[in-house]
Nanobody
Framework: QVQLVESGGGLVQIGGSLRLSCAAS????????TGWYRQAPGKQRELVAA???????NYADSVKGRFTISRDNAKNTIYLQMNSLKPEDTAVYYC???????????WGQGTQVTVSS
């Protein structure tokens, strides 16, 4: 059984920073493809940042230069460093992990990020 536990969300002022973490535990071998998604009220879930199986890193245009995705393979944990936060970054953030090419996407429980003035 694989478990993903997210942490690090919260309330922050405009221009502030947060760091999200997503730790995987259970019957896993290693991280394969990893990513962060977000869903704002009334909107579809969208990709924020991803590290592909080949190690390529992709960002949504709206977060480029402000967010940084990283991962610690030894800890089976991924991170999302979010700087210069804006109100439009307010959403529930979900991590998405795969542990192999045939492994289904596994989702974290979601963590709320609220950016206020």
């Amino acid at each position: 059984q694989v478990q993903l536990v997210e942490s690090g969300g919260g309330l922050v002022q405009i221009g502030g920073s947060l760091r999200l973490s997503c730790a995987a535990s259970g019957s896993i071998f290693s991280l394969y493809a990893t990513g962060w998604y977000r869903q704002a009220p009334g909107k579809q879930r969208e990709l924020v940042a991803a590290i592909t199986s080949g190690g390529n890193i992709n960002y949504a245009d709206s977060v480029k230069g402000r967010f940084t995705i990283s991962r610690d393979n030894a800890k089976n944990t991924i991170y999302l460093q979010m700087n210069s936060l804006k109100p439009e970054d307010t959403a529930v953030y979900y991590c998405a992990l795969r542990f192999g090419p045939k492994d289904p996407v596994r989702w974290g429980q979601g963590t709320q990020v609220t950016v206020s003035s």
